[in-house]
């Protein structure tokens, strides 16, 4: 009889240790349904912001925020379905957390604050054009960890969100879809800089990209170097990701008219490093 009760006890023993199963699926649902709900809500929304036109910068700027709420929930969430922590279980959690935070956790828990602080205070949002730790590219994506960038050349870079407290950010359009561009040409030291102004000048105002108004004006500019003159175009261009591509047709069209017009190029050995190795 004796042992019928040694063996019965051993076997309640090896049943509380054993994970309840109901509380696993419960956790894993919770974090499944969150996972879902930020894909689902994210595309409509990226579906939504392609045809908000000049508002589209504004409406994801609504992404990251959502997965916050989203995710700061599931946990909460799990915590609850977990402990149902009262005053003295949150305050051991705590505890716990922040043992966690200081043997490992402290890269993850500064992407985590990084991404908080880019969704509240916005120093560049999806759709941007930024420049931070030497990369350049459209903002595509703003998660917990890392922010996701598209490079020029289609290369995606993720940079973690802690660079936001370590490296100076630059953005380039500050939430507007519209951005200014700078355009350099170079031509020969003897040339007519009047006339290669009224040039760059007419290629700028006619582009098919170009977005002009009392807010947004453009310049044209003409420095002198010793060996080569200068002239520099700065205007907005309509929609950010028309860049490179406003750039290219005002530099073709004003050469074309510049060639025709007789002025030059500075000579080879003349040109400016930067442009030369383009």
């Not at 649902?29 to 879902?36: H, P, R």
């Not at 170079?186 to 040339?191: A, G, K, L, N, Y």
Request: aromatic share 10%; charged share 20%.
């Amino acid at each position: 009889m004796a042992e019928i009760t040694n063996l019965s006890g051993d076997v309640s023993q090896v049943s509380s240790a054993i994970p309840d199963l109901d509380l696993i699926i419960t956790i894993v649902l919770i974090f499944v349904g969150a996972y879902l709900i930020v894909k689902v809500a994210v595309f409509l929304l990226r579906r939504f912001s392609e045809k908000a036109g000049r508002y589209r910068i504004a409406v994801t700027m609504v992404i990251p925020l959502l997965k916050i709420i989203v995710y700061v929930s599931a946990v909460y969430f799990v915590l609850k379905t977990i402990f149902d922590p009262g005053l003295t279980e949150l305050a051991l959690f705590s505890g716990l957390f922040g043992a966690a935070i200081g043997f490992g956790l402290k890269d993850i828990f500064a992407d985590i604050i990084g991404g908080i602080v880019i969704a509240f205070e916005r120093p560049y949002q999806i759709g941007d054009k930024i420049e931070v730790s030497g990369t350049y590219g459209e903002v595509t994506d703003i998660g917990l960890r890392a922010t996701r960038v598209v490079t020029p050349d289609d290369s995606v870079v993720s940079i973690p969100n802690y660079a936001i407290f370590q490296e100076p950010t630059a953005s380039q359009n500050s939430g507007k879809t519209e951005m200014m561009v700078v355009i350099d040409i170079f031509i020969d030291p003897r040339s007519d800089g009047n006339l290669a102004m009224d040039i760059v000048r007419d290629s700028l105002i006619t582009s098919k990209y170009v977005y002009i108004s009392p807010k947004r004006p453009y310049t044209v500019l003409l420095q002198d170097f010793p060996f080569y003159r200068r002239i520099r175009g700065k205007a907005y261009v309509n929609d950010l990701r028309s860049e490179f591509e406003f750039s290219s047709e005002v530099t073709r069209r004003a050469w074309g008219e510049l060639s025709r017009q007789g002025i030059l190029p500075p000579p080879p050995a003349r040109v400016p490093e930067e442009n030369a190795a383009d």
